[in-house]
Structures are given as C-alpha cells and as structure tokens.
Nanobody
Framework: QAQLVESGGGLVQAGGSLTLSCATS????????MGWFRQTPGKDREFVAS???????TLADFVKDRFTISRDNAKDTVYLHVMSLKPDDTAVYYC???????????????WGQGTQVTVSS
C-alpha cells in the first residue's frame, strides 16, 4: 500500500524555520517526482516545490530564496526546508508524488495526510 507520511510541522514565530519530512513506502517512490503543496482554509491547494529522482528542483515563485526541497533516496524521504517564515505561510503542507511530472499544473496521484505549519506574527 502506497503511503506518504509527513512530519515536522508546528508553531513557529515569523522569521523562523522548519524542516518538513515526507517518508514514503509501498511503491518505488525514489524514482518518482516528489513535491509539496500547501492549502489554507477556503483556498485551493497550491504547488510549492518538486524534485525529480535525480535532484532537479522546481520552486514556486513565492517561496524562492526561502524554501528548498531535497530528498534522500536511500531513506525514501523528501524534505522541505522552510526559512524566513511569514504568517502567510501558515497552511497545511502536503507531500505528493507523481511518476513523471509534478508542478502547479499537475494533479498528483499520491498524497500524504498533511502537516500543519502555523506562523505567528
């Protein structure tokens, strides 16, 4: 059974940082494009970042220079390093996976359950 399990969310002050983790299992996700989306109440889920199996990354414009994405294929885990957090970054962050492509125009087949990030001002 395919599983994506996020962790690492929490409450942080503006300007702070967190590292979100997504542990995968059940499929050869190390060969998939992995990524992160986020969603706030009343808004659509939005693309944040993705990374191919070889390490090529794509970042949404609104998080460039503040967020980075990485993966450890040996551990079947993907990370989102979030820095210089703003209250507008408050959202549920979801891990996602797709075999070939993952960006803002993609509807991923695989999703995690999400992890809450709350940024206080």
């Amino acid at each position: 059974q395919a599983q994506l399990v996020e962790s690492g969310g929490g409450l942080v002050q503006a300007g702070g940082s967190l590292t979100l983790s997504c542990a995968t299992s059940g499929r050869p996700f190390k060969y998939y494009v992995m990524g992160w989306f986020r969603q706030t109440p009343g808004k659509d889920r939005e693309f944040v970042a993705s990374i191919t199996w070889s390490g090529a990354t794509t970042l949404a414009d609104f998080v460039k220079d503040r967020f980075t994405i990485s993966r450890d294929n040996a551990k079947d885990t993907v990370y989102l390093h979030v820095m210089s957090l703003k209250p507008d970054d408050t959202a549920v962050y979801y891990c996602a996976a797709e075999p070939l492509r993952l960006d803002r125009d993609t509807a991923p087949h695989y999703w995690g359950q999400g992890t809450q990030v709350t940024v206080s001002s």
